[in-house]
């Protein structure tokens, strides 16, 4: 038997671990939580409401022959043989309708079947399409005051003998004329009716509300009239087209009657000053539930199930014991579940977790087998709202008081994309499989128990791709150890992407990411939706992903402020691009944001060319916006630097430290757009590919992106950098320096991990928008928001169409030195081709300044000095003066004219 394997004591437990493995049964919990039962469920109740539709509607015109029989045979009229009735629905609907209109609620009856039609259209789709709760309370309300009012109706007008308010409206109209004459009821039901109109469409009153409208209407009349011929550059504008979609980001004309689409449709329509409402109103968010299972050392193995909860920022840890008492594991499993849901339903808002904090140390028990520990679940509800926040107003409109300048003027008609633009891909939720989290758990425990590592508690975090488990080790256990043993327990939980962080910083634990069998796609909807996307007060949102909490990742770009992101091909940097581009279309204006898109593979970012009228700037006289030639990437990016450098003489002048002090400064009108001041969008530089760059250009490349990512944040220039290969060659100690937040996909090895985050652990993620970002000196593991390409063209189509301005947002014009050639001489027989727009500008606003000339030109410095010095000859301006102004010799255009008709 020499030949023979000798069978290792791993695999010996594996293959005993193979035995053991449960039969497949289908448990009560699994059957209510099966899609099919919801669809089911969903079916029967949409049938009820169409029934009782049918049964109401047939009553208005039968209920004369069926009341008698139904008031005679009273329920036995169903097991009466010879009663014929003339309902649609037969006795069943003479019956129902007979009970619910004459004796219940007249005609306002009628809205009950909406509540089962809103019910049956959220389960058959397996969303929550419509809002349930705002559904039943407006029901109610509707109910009691319309059932109320037709009574009084037909007692004081109608006088007819079907019952239009039923027994309970006539019983109340009857009480309160008793109590209050007829009149003040009148007045009680016209107040009702009054409060409900309020309450339920909130329509505005006031004198400004009503001019707005009319300037509103007028604007867009004459919009449509002038614009028609040259609407934007690609044409492609319809005429006279408003989609449903459009209405969302108007004004408060259009969001009035959107809000009838709100309760019908649960969308929510931010308005000004109902930020709070959104929040209030959150509920049923994504939830990561946190299952934790403490304290080894219990020795009556009773397992308490406990919900921690905790408000966002504090780390108020209540629990609330909910007594299971439960031995047997998988029983205890199902009670997870059962208590996760209720949880989810009940809490707003929570995005921060802290784990139950027990600093006195467990006693341990040595022979406390997995079984053993307990689980406590903490659930924690991210801050997606389950009633979607629809698009917004114009942010920058609100911000503007009168006499103000207003940066978005130009384009006040524009509209900001619509949250349906967005898909929900798949569920929000995380989904955690209770039997998988106690299996992983045991594995775990045992893992480490058979290394001699003893544990105080064990605890999990569902994320959408990846479970956090924390543990907390017993006294004089050494972290090393446990580190070390992050191959072994991949092993025993045969899971790819295991990574070990020991120990996690803040938390006094170690924590081990096992990746879940069942992975949650995030949607970028569910982030735009979220209430920390829409009101938050950063200058560019991104909204990046979220965090294994569920919490969503929402960060600011002008804080990082520049962003490199790599990672191998496949893993998701295009998705991750798109979608940091998608989350600034949404809350930017075009006349607060402009993009240089550089896209080497020149299928990448093709997509935003639509939008080239309105978000994107190029070079003066390119055809292209988006720019896929390496050699005009330098160019480009020399360009940028000039604009960095002009936007720092403005800055100086103006005596702001920022951009956001500038333009603050520039809006109350405190600076003169005659010296070249101007409203200054901000501009994010994107680069796919970067090393293809760096390849083919080299130092070339690499110098003016180190010049602006040292310089260019305060001026409002932010860069993102995506690059598949991350070899130190490429992100240079230059780069990186400059660099502080990074984000690393999934890399082929631990070489490059290091390279991108200083760190190892993204040769460990799992593919498809599971990362790492280095932020703030934390490495977080997030998973991007997916946004696919269908989405991200809606969404440029519909700004394209659009009015735009005339052409892309212009930088400066950048001449190579070494191309200036004989053009570039102070000679006047050689003049620059600029030189006739460079005299008539200075003797327009007869300053004499290099710096005019370089801001409202977009020169660079030494063009601009060239230009002067032929001004200078020419005699159109006086010698230099040091720091002062040179003096204009010419003073009107006509003199400019003579003179510019007789030079050579
Ligand atoms: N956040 C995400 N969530 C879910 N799936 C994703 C996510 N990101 C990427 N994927 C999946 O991975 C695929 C590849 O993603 P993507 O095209 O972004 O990769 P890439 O890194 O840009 O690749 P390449 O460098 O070759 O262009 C996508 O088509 C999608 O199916």
Redesign the pocket.
Known sequence: MANKLKTSPKQARATQQLKEEPEVQVTVSEFVKDERTYKIVGATLLLIGFFLFISFASYLFSWKEDQDKVVNFGIKIFSTDDVKVSNLFGVLGAYTSHNLIYNGFGLASFLICTTFFVLGVNLMSGKKIFSLKRNIKYVIAGILILSVAFAYLNSQLLHTGFAWGGGTGELISEWLIKWIGSLGTFCILLLAVLFYIIWRFDPKFSIASFKKRVADFRATDMQQEDAEPELNGSGKRKKGKKSDSQYIHDNETDTAPDLDNEEEGSLYIQQPGAANQAGNRLKNGSGSVTVTMPDQGSEDASLGLSLSEKAAGQASSGTLPLSVNEQLAGQHAEELSSDGSIALDNKPSRAATTMPTNNTPAKVSKNASPEDFKLEISEEVDDVPSEIIVGEENPAAKVVAQGDYEPTLDLSNYKYPNIDMLEMHGSEKAVHDPEELEQNKNQIITTLKNYDIHIQRISATVGPTVTLYEIVPAPGVRISRIKNLEDDIALSLAALGIRIIAPIPGRGTIGIEVPNINKT??SMRGLISSEKFQNNKFSLPIAI?KKINNENFIVDLASMPHLLMA??????????VNALLVSLLYKKHPSQLKFVLVDPKKV?LSIYRTIEHHFLAKLPGEEEAIITDTKKVVTTLNALCIEMDNRYDLLKEAGCRNIKEYNEKFIKRRLNPQKGHQFLPFIVLVIDEFADLIMTAGKEVEMPIARLAQLARAVGIHLIIAT?RPSVNIITGTIKANFPARIA?KVSSKIDSRTILDAGGAEQLI???DMLISYNGEITRL????VDTPEVDQICDFIGEQQGYPEAFLLPEYIDEKEMGSSGGSDLEDRDPLFEDAARLIVQNQVGSTSLIQRRMKLGYNRAGRLMDQLEMAGVVGANQGSKARDVLIKTDAELQVLLDNMP
């Open positions: 796609i995030v992903g990672g191998a091909t496949g893993q998701g940097k295009s998705v991750g990448e598949q996909f593919g498809k928008g998973q991007c928001a997916f």
